[in-house]
């Protein structure tokens, strides 16, 4: 596909896909656009008569582009997102067709909930579910070989209510969010924001791999990574990839995504290179939470079309490769108001740094009481994997301030005055922080949850996962310790002195979670628990925390989730994990068995017989003895390796009362045996002739392009 953005410049075709804000604008009537507005900024109910009239508007802008079908998208319990195509024909009575849309087509659609993950929530025999439109998410056209679809995002409850998704609870939470931060807000004067929205910017790291070399890896193919596999003799220890001149057949790639994303409305700003050898990121600019979740996952879809479209293959694996960084989804967080205040902006205004300074200490102690909450919502099998290891923060959470930052916080906690930058001495409240530049201090890639000058990033979300869980926990954490906060300071007879109480006890209280050193340290696990903070090192441990007395208490509270949505996601993500796990087993045994020993056999017979050979003729020839006896122990031990995993995955197979103990199983007893089989396996790769070997290896996938 050839793009040319002189033919087609970007500001005509950004968004032309899209039935944005502007082009509503252009097609609904004046009336039906405010009422429209109005509803959108959730101060007004979305009746029939509007939804008759944009449903009109969008069939008519949708058909004209060349739409024949729509579709309600929504995001189910799977990760990912789920869509029932339906034609605008209506048949007439004369044999012809018209194309309709009504208002209740837009808004509801019903589709079979029996298939979906849902924990328990809907047995198989019940299957009604219904999809509700996410008013403020732009509608827009999907193209593919069926042709070119209307796509409504949606949120997906099960006939009962209950939310079957990742949308509704993340919503939810946004409302949570917007209700108690308001409060804030008015306590401490603000009379014109009416809204307050989480905002979210997604870096996407993901690998590019030859397609060819792809389709001769079932591991790759079945799991998403590389279940075996040496490193190469060069990895990314050169630091060479790194924001490098990015290649041809990428760039030409990058281009034809971009085109695809700006055509969505999807505001792609940034790409490079990443740390491994053909590892990349995307990223976008900041958007509300709901829509940044929506447009991540057209974002990771539109990465595996594109790129297949160049011979590629996109690898959204948290760890495809062993050896080398993984990839995450840093999630990047702030709260704007609807008049365009961002909260997390230290500003340089008595009432700004007053309004910094609540915000600020609420969210450090959010991070510090709903930790295990926080790092359950980040992890999967997958991105146990790569959390911990060097190019992904610990399992522990932390908060990095920055030194600047820490240091105020630690004078206010102290009761000690403030030194500014420009030497004299200042209290909260009675005169002005110092003025904080976006980039006050310097960046610390081993925080997990760090400071970045308007913002919080989470670093911990995985490359794969939908954003909606992770920002449903900050959401609501950060929600429930602004309302503690507005209990007092709306009680108040000095709203200035109780602030200043505030902060000093809110950082004194919760210090133990603001870390500025290496994150990556032996040494920080150790202080990590003198000072008493959760280290839940795997999925295993952390799921559980879904259904926790604090887990639970804080979303009912804030009517995010109830008590059964919790315990059948609880359900699901352990389901989750143990059915990757087996199918990562199954492979494991199929390609060693199947792949590997029969090529290092027939590779071994054939020395062998190279080396009776030699032999025959009086060669003396104890290198390719030595040879031949490795390739037959190996050979040997993976076999036996194998069988031992067999026995482990049956074993586990065979639990199930209990998903946390079959879970467990998986985690102590199939996952060593699948890294035994590999051990062996790479052994084997690094003594048998490339030319013998049965798949594609490391240094092929990862310096190929």
């Known amino acids: 596909m050839s793009i040319d953005f002189v033919a087609n410049p970007v500001e005509e075709i950004y968004g032309e896909s899209c039935f944005n804000d502007a082009t509503m604008k252009a097609r609904l009537p004046k009336n039906i656009y405010k009422a429209l507005k109005t509803v ?31 579709t309600h998208w929504f995001q189910p319990l799977t990760g990912l997102t789920a869509e029932k195509h339906d034609s605008f024909i209506s048949p007439s009575s004369d044999g012809t067709v018209i194309m309709e849309f009504s208002g ?56 009962t209510g209950e939310a079957l998704d990742k949308k509704v609870p993340l919503l939810r939470s946004m409302e949570a969010l917007n209700k108690q931060a308001m409060r804030i807000l008015k306590v401490l004067g603000n009379t014109t924001s009416k809204k307050v929205t989480s905002s979210v910017g997604p870096e996407q790291e993901y690998f590019l791999v ?118 995450g989804k840093h999630n990047n967080w702030s709260m704007a108001t609807d008049d365009g205040i961002n909260l997390l902006n230290p500003g340089d205004t008595p009432q700004d740094n007053a309004q910094f300074m609540v915000f600020l200490s609420a969210i450090i102690k959010a991070v510090d009481v709903y930790a295990p909450i926080l790092k359950m919502s980040a992890s999967s099998a997958s991105n146990d994997h790569r959390l911990g290891a060097n190019e992904a923060p610990p399992a522990i959470i932390s908060i990095f301030l920055g030194t600047q930052l820490k240091e105020i916080m630690d004078c206010l906690a102290a009761g000690k005055p403030v030194p500014s930058m420009g030497g004299e001495l200042i209290e909260l409240g009675a005169s002005h922080l110092p003025k904080l530049p976006k980039d006050n201090t310097d960046r610390n890639r081993t925080s997990p949850f760090a400071f970045t000058g308007n913002r919080f990033e989470f670093r911990m979300v995985g490359s794969s996962q939908s954003l909606g869980g992770p ?61 008493g903070l959760p280290n839940l090192k795997n999925a295993v441990v952390s799921i559980p925390q879904l259904i926790s007395d604090l887990s639970i208490k804080l979303f009912e509270k804030h009517k995010v989730f109830t008590k059964g949505e ?47 050979d030699q032999k025959a003729l009086g060669l003396k020839v104890p290198a390719q003895e030595a040879q031949v006896k490795a390739l037959s122990e190996g050979m040997e031990g993976l076999l036996k390796a194998v069988a031992d995993l067999k026995a482990a995955n049956e074993k586990t197979l065979a639990i199930e009362e209990d998903s946390l103990k079959k879970a467990t199983s998986y985690l102590e007893t199939v996952i060593p045996a699948m890294a035994k089989v590999r051990s062996f396996a790479d052994g084997l790769e690094k003594i048998t002739d490339k030319f013998a070997w049965p798949y594609p290896s490391y240094e092929d996938l990862l310096f190929t392009m």
């Open 40 to 70: 959108q900024a959730g101060d007004g109910e979305l009746t029939l008569e509007i939804a008759e009239v944009v449903a009109s508007a969008m069939k008519d802008w949708a058909i004209e582009r060349g739409a024949t079908h729509y």
């Open 104 to 159: 209740k087509e837009l808004t509801q659609g019903e589709p079979d909930a029996s298939s979906f993950p849902s924990g328990g929530l809907r047995a198989t025999f019940e299957a009604r579910g219904y999809t509700a439109w996410d008013i403020n998410s732009p509608a827009f056209l999907k193209q593919d070989n069926s042709g070119l679809t209307l796509c409504i995002p949606t949120g997906f409850v099960s006939y």
């Open 210 to 327: 030859d397609k060819e070399l792809y389709l001769q890896r079932s591991d790759l193919k079945l799991t998403g990574r590389a279940l075996f596999g040496t490193m190469s003799a060069k990895g990314q220890e050169m630091d060479d990839h790194y924001f490098g001149a990015i290649k041809e057949r990428v760039a030409d790639f990058m281009r034809e995504l971009n085109y695809e994303l700006w055509r969505l409305g999807i505001s792609a700003k940034t790409q490079h290179n990443e740390v491994a050898p053909n590892q990349f990121e995307i990223a976008p600019i900041f958007s509300s939470s709901n829509v940044a979740s929506d447009s991540n996952q057209l974002v990771m879809e539109m990465l595996k079309k594109v790129a297949d479209r160049h011979d590629l293959v996109c690898l959204l694996h948290e760890k495809p490769f062993a050896g080398v960084n993984g990839s």
């Open 471 to 531: 920002n449903v926990v900050i959401n609501t954490a950060v929600a429930d310790v602004l309302g503690e906060f507005a209990d007092k300071l709306e009680k108040a007879s000095d709203v200035k002195a109780e602030i200043q109480k505030l902060v000093k006890e809110t950082y004194k209280a919760h210090d133990r979670i603001v870390f500025n050193g290496n994150g990556y340290s032996d040494e920080w696990v150790v202080e990590a628990e003198k000072r």
């Open 566 to 612: 919790l315990e059948s996601r609880y359900e699901v993500y352990l389901e989750d994990y143990c059915l990757r796990l087996n199918i990562e087993a199954g492979v494991t045994a199929e390609m060693a068995e199947r792949l590997i020993f029969p090529a290092v056999s027939a590779y071994t017979s054939e020395l062998a017989s190279s080396v009776a």
